[in-house]
């Protein structure tokens, strides 16, 4: 993690961060930036020191707790702990900095790593009640390698404008720009970037050649698969990462409806859309699945896509602060079967409707759906493998749906399933989408 040595102003913003951050009220992003608006004149290398340091300790919490020697670890114990391990600081720089902790416990505890007695929370760096479910869902061996890639940062991948370019032109782009990129292994439109520079005032993403998303969520949007002329809906779009994708697959043609509770996020996808150059896309506010705008809708699109809110376990890597939230598994699971149904109403015979989320808890995934099919028999799964195919996707999943895990595929963790409704019963008319 060593980018630079440690000066007591950058350990005390790292700390003071990092207070905050573990108050859960605020996400540590959002923090930072902050923090470094409020200190413009810092450096790159500066800012990189923070804030690894408090994401170094968001990702590890549990073991550097437990390494720092303190019976009741504050967040001054956990980002000295953490500069120490990764050797961006010394134990005798700690006092310089302004550390006042007790240091003769902590040197003993680096010393002899996690005791023999360690938790699996503090193996894996997770709450127990998250480590227990995934040991159970993985097996204690898988679990081990999961939460070894959660913990990990992600790299950055970027998806492909192909209403603006191709993948070939855009890499040799940014390699002339002094970004190299790779392909990424499974979406034909992915490039990926180990480091994580940032592209926002390159030309290229100033003028909609690329999107800044994640292979994974890349994969969500191909399996998707909307066509040119058809009606699609986004019922949960956010700022409309998706929707972006959709638009684009679609080459501007048809139409989409881009539903959101929050109209913060729907304002975000504004201005997306127009660099993206897309202007078949409506946004709609609506106030929850039930909304009366919905039910004029009822039966009006060729594919519904319900990207479910959900824990956002799968997400770990570029998150690691909403691990340590609860989880209202409950909750969820109702918010998410609610939102199936209603999909199901808004999905034209014979059309698909695609579950999606950045889940790795098989509650909200696989049984979700299965739920969801019992409630509705006459609609059937429909494997993705040949849609994979057909989008040249060089991957095969032994389930009718798709899983994707961080340290197998190297992606967020992602589940997507199809489904598809029955063809229209003779004499019956479907509503035009509006």
Known sequence: MSVSRPRPFHFQLARDTLAEALRGKVPADQLLQQAFREHRKMGARDRALVAETVYDVLRHRR??????????????????????????????????????????PMATALREGLPEDASPGERLDL????????????????????????????????????????RDALAQELAEAGFPVEPTPYSPLGLRRENRAPLFSLPAFRE?????????????????DAKPGERVLDLCAGAGGKTL?????????????????SPRRLAQLKPRLARAGL????????????????????????????DAPCSGTG??????????????????????????DAAA??????????????????????AAVEAFLARHPQIR?????????????????????????????GTDGFFVALMRLPERVAGAQTPPAG
């Open 208 to 224: 909609g050649r690329f999107e800044v998303q994640d292979e994974g969520s890349q994969l969500i949007g191909l399996l998707t």
């Open 127 to 166: 709450p127990d009640a998250l480590a227990e479910r995934l040991v159970a869902q993985f097996g204690a061996q898988e679990a081990q390698a999961l939460a070894g890639a959660l913990n990990r940062p992600a790299p950055v991948d970027l998806r492909v404008n192909s209403l603006k370019t191709d």
């Open 63 to 104: 073991s550097l707790a437990r390494l720092s020697g303190q019976a009741k670890p504050q967040a001054a114990d956990l980002a000295a702990t953490a500069l120490v391990r990764n050797g961006a600081a010394a134990l005798d720089d700690l006092r310089a900095l302004g550390y006042t902790g007790n240091i003769g």
């Open 279 to 306: 202007s078949n896309v409506r946004s709609l506010l609506i106030r929850d699945e039930n909304d009366a705008q919905l039910k004029r809708l009822r039966g009006g699109f060729d594919r519904v896509l319900v």
């Open 315 to 340: 997400t770990l890597r570029r998150n690691p602060d909403i691990k340590w939230r609860d989880i209202d598994l409950e909750g969820l699971s109702l918010t998410q079967a609610r939102l199936l």
């Open 345 to 366: 109403r808004l999905v034209r015979p014979g059309g698909l409707l695609v579950y999606a989320t950045c889940s790795l808890l098989r509650e909200e995934n696989e």
């Open 381 to 409: 799964p429909e494997p993705v493998n040949p849609h994979l195919a057909a989008m040249n996707v060089p991957l095969q999943s032994p389930a009718d749906s798709l899983r994707l895990l961080p340290h197998v595929h």
């Open 245 to 261: 994708h959709l638009g684009a697959g679609m080459q501007g043609r048809g139409s989409i409806v881009a539903c959101d509770v």
